[in-house]
């Protein structure tokens, strides 16, 4: 592909071989990924075809080595896809959906392919391979089952229809979401809007409306960091009310925008592609290769929590009913109310608020504190270049080193939000670990959505905001820290329900007196955070725990609801939700966490559909794992990083995540610190074998 003079294609003759993001238009990209494609078919074409016995080497190391630049076209594309798009990008994305389904469905249901991967299969005690290979090899034998390989041809041809359906629905379903979240803002017009909000919460907004050309106004938006803090704080309730429902309603606006169709269907089709392949649910096909292993394992978690969760809100709930009361209000807590009032009562039984915290939580000095954290416990050193090309300016680069100097990868920071970024957290890799061409090392990226200061002022956040960075940040160092030679097993491919433990572990070290001493100081002063305010922050984690957990377990049981459904056909995505809230008793003042209608998670794209339940599975593991420092009498114990290090930041999807656990812990996960990490009344987990 050289000489094509497409930037895409060919040899990148940049640092650490960074996409050239300033050659790349959106018109370099159809051309690319058609020039890819065409390299990997007959790559995978060369393999089927191969006339001599499938061995490891000429079939699974052949098909890991295949499609590289295929790889590397997809990482530049998804990550300016997600993280700074435009209507042109948007428009190849659409394109590109089908042709990219109908090109992985071709490879998987290759039947001469398949065959040689069977043989092997087969054959895999007798083939003398070592424990990386034989996982990969299994691997790859369970992807290709799962993706109809063992089909008769009509079969497959109808499961290759329902996956370029499913990938044209989640595209479109993403680009709703994000149009409805950049077409909105409330404009606060002077300071009776500004009621109520504090001075970092007003410089936010300012900039919010500097940026969208109101000059001189102060605009709430449906970044997460715009508007939570607006419902915290400001006192207009008929303000928060107008924001918040322009929040739940996106993707339900009943135009050209409205996803409940989009997301119907989808449950439909993957119903049926559930049935094609051998299973009674959507749910059932996908938990069969998780940690959960199935729908009921992962419903009893769920519930186990559920009760003692809303338990809890409800007693949260009437405890705000009464504060009401108590300030001469006469209405009953609505959902735009729980935040502000929540907030309120916070301060009277900790005398604390997040106003006062905030000046402590610099985005530099956490960042700061989660490159030293790294530091401590895994012996990395991060050093800042400002040379690099980079796709925005906002971006920042990180080149990453080990104890001995040795380069580990290049970490990207994009941690502002913006009309051309899809709301949310996450981690990404425009290039992932691996050892088969060579010492590929990997390039991570970490995306956030929090609120730009002005010009010449320090960014602030909230201590969720904070957890936010340490989380992805957790995501960043399972991909930094990766050491297996295939990429099929590298960094974070490993199981859905397993790949939020390094992420949410991580979290703890953000909590760690020690850790907030050193780095929570103010932004104007440079003052340590009072030792008497660092213990009302740390006292008040748990705080409103009963909102918090009964918002996002209903989104999980919600999700697994829709995707164990009977009668996926007969689905109606408003009247479901109702149905399954009523069911669950949800209390009124509380909303969940992600409605259907905009619950990207797992409609834009298959990556938590049904599995939305992961991040409590994994809290299990985080709450468990950290009680390995903690039994140690030391938050960076060296043995237990040790072993973190080696058997689940550094070993990707080398084993079993169950016997990686076991192999960092000494034994299997209690859950019961679940319940005792997130302040709920202890009731008896049955949550299945964790």
């Not at 896809?81 to 209507?87: L, R, S």
């Not at 490879?107 to 092997?120: C, E, G, S, V, Y």
């Not at 106004?217 to 918040?244: G, N, Y």
């Not at 009032?341 to 504190?369: C, H, M, N, S, T």
């Amino acid at each position: 592909m050289r000489g094509s003079g497409n930037p895409l294609l060919g040899d990148w003759a940049t640092p650490f071989g960074l996409p050239p993001f300033a050659e790349i238009g959106p018109q370099h990209f159809r051309p690319a990924f058609e020039a890819a494609l065409a390299e990997q078919r007959a790559e995978i074409d060369a393999i089927a075809a191969d006339p001599g016995e499938p061995t490891f080497a000429n079939t699974i190391a052949a098909l890991e080595a295949s499609g590289r630049a295929l790889r590397r076209v997809s990482a530049t594309f998804f990550n300016l896809a997600g993280a700074d798009t435009n209507e042109q990008l948007q428009a190849v994305e659409r394109e590109m959906a089908p042709v990219l389904a109908r090109h992985r469905t071709a490879t998987f249901q290759n039947q001469a392919l398949f065959r040689r991967i069977a043989d092997l299969h087969a054959r895999m005690d007798a083939l003398g391979l070592g424990a990386e290979e034989a996982r990969v090899l299994d691997r790859y034998h369970t992807i290709f089952m799962r993706n109809g390989g063992g089909l008769g041809a009509a079969e497959k041809a109808r499961l290759a229809a329902i996956d370029e359906r499913l990938s044209v629905l989640g595209t479109q379903f993403a680009q709703n979401v994000l149009a409805d979240e950049k077409a909105f803002a409330l404009v606060l017009e002077g300071e009776a809007d500004l009621a109520g909000l504090p001075a970092f919460l007003r410089a936010a907004a300012a900039r919010a409306a500097a940026d969208r050309g109101l000059p001189g106004k102060h605009v709430i938006t449906l970044a997460r960091s715009s508007i939570e803090p607006f419902l915290q704080f400001s006192a207009r309730r008929d303000l928060r009310e107008q924001a918040f429902k322009g929040w739940m309603a996106r993707g339900e606006g009943g135009g050209a925008t409205d996803n409940r169709a989009i997301a119907a269907e989808m449950v439909r089709l993957r119903a049926e592609r559930a049935r094609l392949l051998g299973f009674d649910s959507f749910a059932s096909y996908r938990l069969a290769d998780t940690m959960a292993g199935s729908p009921e394992a992962a419903y009893a978690l769920l519930r186990s929590v559920w009760g003692p969760a809303r338990e809890q809100a409800l007693r949260e709930e009437a405890a705000l009913q009464e504060l009401v009361r108590a300030e001469g209000g006469n209405f009953a807590i609505a959902p735009w109310d729980w935040r502000f009032y929540a907030e309120r009562r916070r301060k009277r039984a900790f005398d604390f608020d997040e106003g006062e915290v905030k000046p402590y939580f610099q985005l530099d000095r956490l960042i700061e504190a989660a490159f030293d954290t790294a530091g401590r416990l895994f012996g990395l050193s991060f050093r800042e270049r400002h040379d690099l090309p980079l796709y925005h300016p906002d971006v920042r680069a990180f080149e990453v080193t080990d104890a001995g100097g040795r380069f580990v990868g290049l970490f990207l920071g994009d941690y502002f939000a913006r009309a051309s970024k899809r709301s949310g957290a996450w981690m990404s890799s425009f290039r992932v670990q691996e050892k088969l061409a060579g010492d590929i090392r990997p390039i991570v990226v970490n995306v956030t959505n929090f609120s730009k200061a002005g010009e010449g002022e320090p960014t602030l956040l909230s201590f969720d905001d904070a957890r936010t960075l340490f989380h992805e940040f957790g995501h960043g160092l399972h991909g930094l820290l990766s050491d297996v030679t295939y990429p099929l097993i590298a960094g974070t491919n490993v199981s859905r329900d397993f790949v939020e433990f390094p992420s949410q572990l991580f979290e703890h070290w953000l909590e760690q007196p020690e850790v907030l001493r050193r780095f929570a100081r103010h932004a104007a002063t440079g003052e340590p955070m009072p030792e008497a305010l660092l213990a009302k922050l740390l006292a008040a984690r748990n705080f409103n725990q009963g909102f918090a957990t009964v918002e996002y377990v209903a989104s999980a049981l919600v999700d697994l609801d829709l995707h164990a459904s009977p009668e996926p056909e007969a689905v109606e995505i408003g009247a479901f939700e109702r149905a399954a809230l009523a069911r669950l008793g949800m209390p009124a003042g509380i909303v969940m966490r992600h409605r259907p209608p905009h619950f990207a998670h797992i409609f834009a794209g298959d990556g938590y559909s049904a599995a939305y339940y992961s991040y409590l599975w994994s809290e299990v593991l985080d709450a468990d794992g950290f009680e390995a420092f903690e039994e140690a009498g030391d938050a960076f114990e060296p043995a237990a990083a040790a072993r973190l290090r080696e058997f689940v930041y550094s070993a990707g999807y080398r084993r079993d995540p169950k016997e990686a656990y076991r192999l960092f812990r000494g034994r299997d996960p209690d859950p019961a610190a679940l319940l005792k990490k997130r302040g709920l009344v202890a009731a008896p987990v049955a949550a299945g074998e964790l």
